[in-house]
């Protein structure tokens, strides 16, 4: 079993910046693919960005690359998000995921394990 908790979020300006923190505990972190997803009232859990369990390879999807970066320290236990240049369409409860298979994967029906999520809101 793995236990996550996000933190940093917040309310910021569009344009501006925030770091999410992905803290693990339980079994061992570093063999997990983590991911963080996104999910507004109505609207499916949708895909934003992941880290290989070794943290060779990272995956953003389209709408925030460039803008996003995704990062783990196995050490702490830690995965970040960190997110600049916001925007309003950046509203969201942000949620990070762990997952133990081989295959590196962005659907989140393919995560065992979530956190409580973290809302971010971003004003206009």
């Known amino acids: 079993q793995v236990q996550l908790v996000e933190s940093g979020g917040g309310l910021v300006q569009s344009g501006g910046s925030l770091r999410l923190s992905c803290t693990a505990s339980?079994?061992?972190?570093?063999?997990?693919?983590v991911g963080w997803f996104r999910q507004t009232l109505g609207k499916e859990r949708e895909f934003v960005a992941l880290?290989?369990?070794?943290?060779?390879?990272?995956y953003y999807a389209d709408s925030v690359k460039g803008r996003f970066t995704i990062s783990r320290d196995n050490a702490k236990n830690t995965v970040y998000l960190e997110m600049n240049n916001l925007k309003p369409e950046d509203t969201a409860v942000y949620y990070c995921?762990?997952?133990?298979?081989?295959?590196?994967?962005?659907?989140?029906?393919?995560?065992?394990?979530w956190g409580q999520g973290t809302q971010v809101t971003v004003s206009s």
């Open positions: 995921a762990a997952d133990d298979g081989i295959v590196v994967r962005s659907t989140p029906i393919a995560y065992d394990y």
């Open positions: 880290i290989s369990w070794r943290g060779g390879s990272t």
């Open positions: 339980g079994r061992t972190f570093s063999s997990y693919t």
